[in-house]
């Protein structure tokens, strides 16, 4: 006699649910569980400290575009993205991650987007490899802002500042992505008037530049950028993760309605996101789709959307 099947999940987290349990790495199920399923912070933490190297950096592919065991800048924002969404940024452990960018920062004492440590090593090919590589804010301002949303003070922090509001206070022609990286640092920089004055001129750009699809319906109206995927385009949630966040002043209340009614849309069948990003290595997909799933739910869960 043939077993009846399982009935398919019926809520958007139950069917995220069983893609995770399928697919993602063991931090992303542990992430998946704290968030969504009353999981453990220690639990988190100790899978993410696979990652963790001897010199205070995080490796070992935590950020896939980057393939290789050394410690990078980008692996350690986003480690330490992990640990602030866990209430862990703080203590010896983010003591030793501050002696780490101290001794991987530029002559001007911010981060490099890849330090010259990842030669030899595969690497996202929008990630070049130099041997004296500049400052970036793409990795340099989120790990400013998480430290000080976090009230963390270290002498790192004070020139790496400087930099973050050098560096967001000229941009004119920017990349999407440094766009995020500028509001991940705004959202966390502790001089408030300074922030919304320059948050206020980002968002101009943003409209002016057409660097978020207003409407989904106009696609057309969207500059797609180098690194994302064919097709790929960023919309409202993709700046304004949570409500309180700067860029959520970038829009009105029906655009963003439209770009979370998007983002509802873009579950896939199998009950995963897609990673909008350009696939280059075999495994890419499958360590990128569970955090981009993961970030889809909590941020329609910030904004007040059901998820089951």
């Not at 069983?18 to 931090?27: E, K, N």
């Not at 203590?91 to 001007?108: A, K, N, Q």
């Not at 004070?158 to 705004?186: D, G, M, N």
Request: contains cysteine; glycine residues 8%; charged residues 25%.
């Amino acid at each position: 006699m043939a077993e009846n099947p399982l009935p398919s999940p019926s809520t958007p987290l139950a069917r995220a649910e069983r893609f995770v349990w399928l697919t993602a790495r063991v931090l992303e199920q542990r992430r998946f569980a704290y968030h969504f399923l009353r999981g453990g912070a220690d639990q988190v933490e100790t899978a993410l400290m696979a990652y963790l190297n001897e010199d205070g950096g995080y490796g070992h592919a935590l950020e896939p575009d980057l393939r290789g065991p050394v410690s990078q800048p980008l692996h350690t924002a986003h480690g330490l993205r992990v640990l602030d969404t866990i209430g862990r940024c703080g203590g010896l452990r983010v003591e030793r991650i501050c002696r780490y960018l101290t001794e991987v920062s530029t002559h001007d004492g911010a981060l490099p987007a890849v330090h010259p440590s990842q030669r030899g090593y595969p690497s996202a090919p929008f990630l070049p490899v130099v041997d004296s590589p500049p400052s970036a804010l793409l990795s340099t301002g989120p790990v400013v802002g998480v430290l000080h949303r976090n009230q963390v003070w270290h002498a790192w922090l004070f020139r790496a500042t400087e930099f973050c509001w050098s560096a967001v206070e000229s941009l004119e022609k920017p990349h999407p992505y440094e766009i995020q990286a500028a509001v991940a640092f705004l959202d966390g920089a502790p001089d408030r008037p300074r922030a919304e004055a320059a948050a206020d001129r980002l968002g101009r750009l943003v409209r002016e530049r057409r660097l978020a699809l207003l409407d989904p319906d106009q696609p057309e109206d969207h500059s797609t950028a180098d690194g994302y995927a064919p097709g790929g385009v960023l919309h409202p949630h993709d700046y304004a993760r949570v409500p309180d966040s700067l860029a959520g002043r970038w829009f009105t209340d029906a655009e963003m309605a439209r770009s979370l009614d998007r983002l509802e849309a873009d579950q896939q069948e199998d009950g995963g996101w897609p990673a909008r990003r350009d696939a280059w290595a075999p495994g890419w997909a499958l360590e990128w789709r569970p955090i981009a799933t993961i970030e889809a739910l909590r941020t329609l869960r910030a904004h007040g959307r059901a998820i089951g």
